[in-house]
């Protein structure tokens, strides 16, 4: 399979924007920083929910606390991929009992990333709500799952792909579209 | 990401990758038996079945608690009421769990070799649970994870093993895994039990038959049980094996001053370990037991997650 680049969605500065946009919708919509804490799905969704946090002090001046999550042992299509699964390691160095979750990721697309993730949040406590918050909706929801903040939706179609290239993982800073070609 | 294993049947084929990758595995798993809610679905529909031609406790309750945890369920074979008793071989009874359709099985024999002599016979991932005089991978790969969270580090260690070296797998298994990150090793225990031949295991291996010599410098102790179920003949009575090779705080203290007191069980205080070593600051017993879950669900998890290999392989971009 090969992939072509399609178009860029996002620059870096329009990343950038957004995410100062969604640190902002954050704190309103919950009325505050009370209890509010990040959730990073593993892996863009880490580094997303760390510049968010990092926004939120800029002009809150609140350390929000931020996690970590690795969805693998969460995934419902373990047992029908034959390629080889890798776990990494959960960081969510803080009780989430009552705590105001907002799950940061990426891409929101079919939901099961989503699924999985509050799987796994719900086996370390019983938050007392949890929100999400994702840089790109490019919709195909095969759950009942929708995002609270949303930094740019677009339509796409279902051989497309989203990338989101972050200078922390990928060394660029772009979000693209590319297009599988058989 | 170094090739995908299909069995675990000892430490001596693996590579130092291969095992720092299962040991980087191990550590979400670390993390998750502090979980207040240890139930994962990630296995769910699985089975495993649990094969024990020779009576274990820890080892079967630690593989049955790991896929529980992941979700699986197991088939449970245990040498007492086994159908072994009534004359079936090895091979029939192993055939005849295959035939229930298990996703993995998990084998513990007498028989040097068993585990390797039924992977060539079965579709299913086998993993060795001990196998005679042979290897006990699954314990040396715990004893690794717990070294490595103690020292910071596993390679170029001073390893001193105490004991009946000769008739323990453990030992085996151990050697040869510490040797591969460079581990000098030292044998210890009463002649018999420590033959030359040991010394060709791997390089960096020699025998000090005097304990107080044998522990000068150790980083790591790892400390055997006597195990008088092998031994017909004990070339040594055990007050005097208790006089000569006991770990005793005071032959503690040539070892260096951080040194880690490694057991894999059962331990019997009194007499390879005296029990202020055994529940000192520098014992790591109960840590291995915690450890073992953590090697044993990401073992399962290598092993028996995913798909046979000849399934269909749908598009792995319908998760994204």
Same mark, same amino acid.
């Given at each position: 399979?090969?992939?072509?680049?399609?178009?860029?969605?996002?620059?870096?500065?329009?990343?950038?924007?957004?995410?100062?946009?969604?640190?902002?919708?954050?704190?309103?919509?919950?009325?505050?920083?009370?209890?509010?804490?990040?959730?990073?799905?593993?892996?863009?969704?880490?580094?997303?929910?760390?510049?968010?946090?990092?926004?939120?002090?800029?002009?809150?001046?609140?350390?929000?606390?931020?996690?970590?999550?690795?969805?693998?042992?969460?995934?419902?299509?373990?047992?029908?991929?034959?390629?080889?699964?890798?776990?990494?390691?959960?960081?969510?160095?803080?009780?989430?009992?009552?705590?105001?979750?907002?799950?940061?990721?990426?891409?929101?697309?079919?939901?099961?990333?989503?699924?999985?993730?509050?799987?796994?949040?719900?086996?370390?406590?019983?938050?007392?709500?949890?929100?999400?918050?994702?840089?790109?909706?490019?919709?195909?929801?095969?759950?009942?799952?929708?995002?609270?903040?949303?930094?740019?939706?677009?339509?796409?179609?279902?051989?497309?792909?989203?990338?989101?290239?972050?200078?922390?993982?990928?060394?660029?800073?772009?979000?693209?579209?590319?297009?599988?070609?058989? | 990401?170094?090739?995908?294993?299909?069995?675990?049947?000892?430490?001596?084929?693996?590579?130092?990758?291969?095992?720092?990758?299962?040991?980087?595995?191990?550590?979400?798993?670390?993390?998750?038996?502090?979980?207040?809610?240890?139930?994962?679905?990630?296995?769910?529909?699985?089975?495993?079945?649990?094969?024990?031609?020779?009576?274990?406790?820890?080892?079967?309750?630690?593989?049955?608690?790991?896929?529980?945890?992941?979700?699986?369920?197991?088939?449970?074979?245990?040498?007492?009421?086994?159908?072994?008793?009534?004359?079936?071989?090895?091979?029939?009874?192993?055939?005849?769990?295959?035939?229930?359709?298990?996703?993995?099985?998990?084998?513990?024999?007498? #028989?040097?070799?068993?585990? /390797?002599?039924?992977? =060539?016979?079965?579709?299913?991932? $086998?993993?060795?649970? @001990? %196998?005679?005089? +042979?290897?006990?991978?699954?314990?040396?790969?715990?004893? #690794?994870?717990?070294?490595? /969270?103690?020292?910071? =580090?596993?390679?170029?260690?001073? $390893?001193?093993?105490? @004991? %009946?070296?000769? +008739?323990?797998?453990?030992?085996?298994?151990?050697?040869?895994?510490?040797?591969?990150?460079?581990?000098?090793?030292?044998?210890?225990?009463?002649?018999?039990?420590?033959?030359?031949?040991?010394?060709?295991?791997?390089?960096?291996?020699?025998?000090?038959?005097?304990?107080?010599?044998?522990?000068?410098?150790?980083?790591?102790?790892?400390?055997?049980?006597?195990?008088?179920?092998?031994?017909?003949?004990?070339?040594?009575?055990?007050?005097?094996?208790?006089?000569?090779?006991?770990?005793?705080?005071?032959?503690?203290?040539?070892?260096?001053?951080?040194?880690?007191?490694?057991?894999?069980?059962?331990?019997?205080?009194?007499?390879?370990?005296?029990?202020?070593?055994?529940?000192?600051?520098?014992?790591?017993?109960?840590?291995?037991?915690?450890?073992?879950?953590?090697?044993?669900?990401?073992?399962?998890?290598?092993?028996?997650?995913?798909?046979?290999?000849?399934?269909?392989?749908?598009?792995?971009?319908?998760?994204?």
């Amino acid at each position: 399979m090969r992939v072509v680049e399609k178009r860029q969605l996002l620059s870096a500065e329009e990343i950038d924007r957004t995410l100062q946009r969604l640190a902002h919708e954050i704190v309103e919509k919950s009325g505050g920083t009370k209890d509010v804490v990040l959730i990073g799905v593993r892996r863009r969704g880490v580094p997303l929910a760390q510049r968010l946090a990092k926004c939120i002090n800029g002009f809150a001046k609140v350390e929000i606390p931020v996690g970590t999550l690795d969805i693998t042992l969460y995934r419902d299509d373990l047992s029908t991929v034959a390629a080889h699964p890798v776990v990494q390691s959960t960081e969510i160095p803080f009780v989430v009992d009552n705590q105001d979750l907002v799950l940061v990721d990426d891409v929101l697309y079919t939901g099961r990333t989503a699924r999985a993730a509050m799987n796994g949040l719900f086996d370390l406590g019983r938050p007392k709500r949890v929100r999400m918050c994702v840089l790109i909706d490019r919709g195909h929801r095969e759950l009942p799952i929708e995002a609270t903040f949303i930094g740019r939706k677009i339509t796409t179609a279902d051989t497309e792909i989203v990338e989101v290239r972050l200078q922390e993982i990928d060394k660029e800073e772009r979000v693209m579209l590319v297009d599988r070609v058989d | 990401m170094p090739q995908r294993l299909r069995h675990l049947l000892g430490i001596e084929p693996l590579s130092a990758e291969q095992i720092t990758f299962i040991l980087d595995q191990a550590k979400p798993f670390q993390e998750f038996q502090r979980h207040p809610l240890k139930k994962l679905a990630t296995l769910r529909g699985k089975t495993v079945a649990l094969a024990f031609f020779e009576p274990s406790t820890r080892t079967r309750i630690s593989f049955a608690t790991s896929a529980a945890r992941l979700g699986a369920d197991t088939m449970n074979l245990q040498a007492e009421s086994s159908s072994l008793k009534k004359g079936e071989s090895l091979i029939d009874t192993v055939w005849t769990l295959e035939a229930m359709k298990p996703d993995g099985i998990v084998i513990r024999h007498a #028989a040097s070799g068993a585990a /390797d002599f039924i992977a =060539r016979r079965v579709d299913i991932p $086998v993993m060795n649970a @001990g %196998d005679g005089t +042979h290897e006990h991978p699954t314990q040396a790969l715990l004893d #690794a994870l717990t070294i490595r /969270d103690r020292k910071g =580090r596993l390679d170029s260690l001073n $390893v001193t093993i105490l @004991g %009946d070296i000769l +008739h323990s797998r453990v030992a085996r298994s151990d050697i040869h895994l510490l040797s591969k990150f460079g581990a000098r090793i030292t044998l210890c225990g009463p002649a018999m039990w420590v033959p030359r031949e040991l010394e060709c295991l791997a390089p960096n291996i020699h025998r000090e038959p005097r304990i107080e010599t044998a522990l000068a410098g150790a980083d790591v102790l790892i400390v055997l049980r006597v195990q008088s179920e092998r031994i017909h003949e004990p070339p040594i009575s055990l007050d005097d094996y208790i006089l000569r090779y006991q770990l005793t705080p005071e032959r503690l203290r040539c070892a260096k001053p951080d040194a880690i007191v490694l057991h894999p069980g059962p331990i019997i205080r009194g007499l390879e370990i005296d029990p202020a070593v055994a529940d000192g600051t520098q014992s790591c017993i109960l840590e291995q037991v915690t450890n073992g879950l953590a090697v044993r669900m990401a073992l399962l998890f290598q092993l028996v997650s995913g798909a046979a290999p000849d399934a269909p392989h749908p598009a792995k971009e319908n998760f994204a």
